[in-house]
T-cell receptor, first 116, second 112 residues
């Protein structure tokens, strides 16, 4: 059982470049999330989705876009990369919204992104 | 004030000792609470949910204090392998859904 799979694991981007972080889950979860984690900071929600075709902004959506064409996939798009987007990005999924069950969230292994 | 706050540590604890840390939250309407463990350069992994009556899983005990709005994690007979950062997460309503709000984590170092 793969759980949540993220690719790539590492990436270096130049300022102004674009890229897509991939996220796939095989647990048939409706709810999916993208977070960024900066050193010494908590996880910050970028975007989330409550099901295929439905996405919404989180706390820090500027500079990012998402789509959810299937239940399994929730890619995160970075347009015009900036040094402030240097971070570790985690994708997560859950059975119920926002921890309303005791199962919490399942996370992917993360993508370490550096923008230079 | 942050919505979910944790002492960043690090807590340096000798192997075999008992250690406890707290996580305070500001939203009194929060209903779900979790402790996650995050190893260096890895993803957070669910350690345990926190139930209203408190709950125990082996050497780990989690408790909820609604009146003072904090959750706690107690680790007994600590092992070297317990060294990690412990994140707390608390849910709250956001737009028409619920989200987990995360603390920045408490770093625990178990020394031989």
């Amino acid at each position: 059982n793969a759980g949540v799979t993220q690719t790539p694991k590492f990436r270096i981007l130049k300022i102004g470049q674009s890229m897509t972080l991939q996220c796939t889950q095989d647990m048939n979860h409706n709810y999916m999330y993208w977070y960024r984690q900066d050193p010494g900071m908590g996880l910050k929600l970028i975007y989330y989705s409550v099901g295929a075709g439905i996405t919404d902004k989180g706390e820090v959506p500027n500079g990012y876009n998402v789509s959810r064409s299937t239940t399994e996939d929730f890619p995160l798009r970075l347009e015009l990369a900036a040094p402030s987007q240097t971070s570790v990005y985690f994708c997560a999924s859950s059975y119920e919204a926002g921890g309303r069950s005791n199962y919490g969230y399942t996370f992917g292994s993360g993508t370490r992104l550096t923008v230079v | 004030r942050k919505e979910v706050e944790q002492d960043p540590g690090p807590f340096n604890v000798p192997e075999g000792a008992t250690v406890a840390f707290n996580c305070t939250y500001s939203n009194s309407a929060s209903q779900s609470f979790f402790w996650y463990r995050q190893d260096c350069r890895k993803e957070p992994k669910l350690l345990m949910s926190v139930y209203s009556s408190g709950n125990e899983d082996g050497r780990f005990t989690a408790q909820l204090n609604r009146a003072s709005q904090y959750i706690s994690l107690l680790i007994r007979d600590s092992k070297l392998s317990d060294s990690a950062t412990y994140l707390c997460a608390v849910n709250r309503a956001m737009d028409s859904n619920y989200q987990l709000i995360w603390g920045a984590g408490t770093k625990l170092i178990i020394k031989p």
